[in-house]
């Protein structure tokens, strides 16, 4: 079977081994029973929990002051639990830096007053808003960290008392990213982690309160326990995927390919006579990649030029259109190489 690279957004490329390794053990993980058949109480499935939790305490040195949960309900529910557990005044401050911190917002404003403390709309998105220079009175500061659809990331963090909460769901286990400076992470599973089903938040321990909140909704309930049923597939995926992350490397690892990855297609897009990317400058995103020709239908020719030579998922969001490549911990060097390849080949038919 000829080799295909998938660019896929989300859910995005897992590891080819760790696939390989899911397969062979999921008939049987243990004594004849699948991985999936198993009761997320017994201590087979325990011990995968707790290594999932270590690896990613390892990965991201997440301090004991810290807890880490295991949720579902995607990313997107974070955008209702942060402000339902952290409201103390009522009053929220968000960045709003693309069209997944505005679903932010527009969820936290069921919870109490946002502030929009800064806001990139003007530039469609291509630019990230810069910090507040003072930003008090309010329960935290949240922010899109990797701005998946435009292409965006901030590299730099505020001087701030505020509790930072951070979208991490498109940049997580790719960069570094300096836990201690955060009260809450949080990361839908299914672009560096496993597959969907799984939400990851990291929070200081000291901004759990018990809250007067259904149980699933309240952080206190989620706390070195699982509350209920889990996703027990996407956990056990997510701890191998962890494992391969850690052989390869870490984190550090991780970033210093992706860096590679990006600055060889971002000097692709800048060099081209054909394609351009849509943001330039110094927050341009490592993972996520959008580019055009400037013309949908050549953007369209391109994305089925593209996907007939193997390179699939490079359609922009749905939203904005475009082209986009995501370039996850899973996706080769090789697979760049082969983008960038075709694009020449693509630039050539046009002039012929
Ligand atoms: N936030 C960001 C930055 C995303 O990229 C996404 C999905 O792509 C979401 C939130 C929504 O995540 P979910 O589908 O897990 O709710």
């Known amino acids: ?16 081994p760790v696939l390989r390794e899911v ?35 390892r990965l991201m040195h997440i301090p004991d002051d810290y807890a880490v949960l295991f ?5 997107t529910l974070q955008f209702s639990m942060v402000p339902m557990n952290l409201r103390e005044t009522g009053r ?32 469609n998105y291509g630019t990230i808003p810069d910090w507040p220079e003072h ?12 701005n998946t659809i435009e292409g965006t990331r901030y590299t730099k963090l505020p001087d701030t008392d505020v509790p930072l909460v951070a979208d991490v769901s498109s940049n997580i286990l790719a960069e570094a990213i300096d836990v201690q400076r955060y009260g809450l992470l949080y990361a839908g599973a299914q672009k560096n982690i496993g597959p969907a089903g799984l939400t990851l938040v990291i929070i200081r321990r000291d901004l759990i309160t018990e809250r007067d909140l259904p149980s699933y909704l309240a952080y206190s309930k989620h706390v070195d326990t699982l509350l209920n049923t889990p996703s027990t597939f996407s956990l056990y ?17 991780m970033e210093r390919r992706n860096e590679k990855k990006s600055k060889l297609l971002y000097d692709a897009l800048d060099t081209s006579p054909l394609f351009y990317a849509l943001v330039s400058g110094k927050n341009r995103s490592l993972t996520n ?14 994305r089925q030029f593209a996907e007939t030579r193997g390179l699939i998922e490079l359609g922009g969001h749905r939203s904005v259109g475009g082209l986009r490549a995501s370039l996850y911990n899973a996706m080769p060097l090789e697979g760049v190489t082969r983008l960038i390849d075709v694009m020449h080949e693509f630039e050539q038919e046009g002039q012929d």
């Open 1 to 16: 079977m000829a080799v295909v690279y998938n660019f896929s957004a989300g859910p995005g490329v897992l590891p080819e």
């Open 23 to 57: 397969q062979a053990e999921f008939l049987s993980y243990k004594q004849g029973v699948s991985i999936v058949e198993m009761s997320h109480r017994s201590d087979t499935f325990g011990t995968i929990v707790e290594q999932l939790e270590t690896r990613l305490r």
């Open 71 to 75: 949720l579902q309900g995607g990313a």
């Open 92 to 123: 929220f401050a968000y960045l709003d830096s693309g069209i997944w911190s505005k679903k932010a917002i527009a969820d936290a404003k069921h919870f109490g007053d946002v502030i929009v403390a800064g806001s990139s709309a003007a530039s």
């Open 135 to 146: 930003i008090q009175d309010v329960d935290y500061l949240h922010v899109t960290l990797n």
């Open 237 to 253: 995926v997510a701890e191998r995927v962890l494992a391969w992350v850690e052989t390869e490397g870490g984190v550090e690892e």
């Open 289 to 302: 990649i959008p580019f055009t020709t400037g013309d949908d239908a050549t953007d369209e020719a391109f």
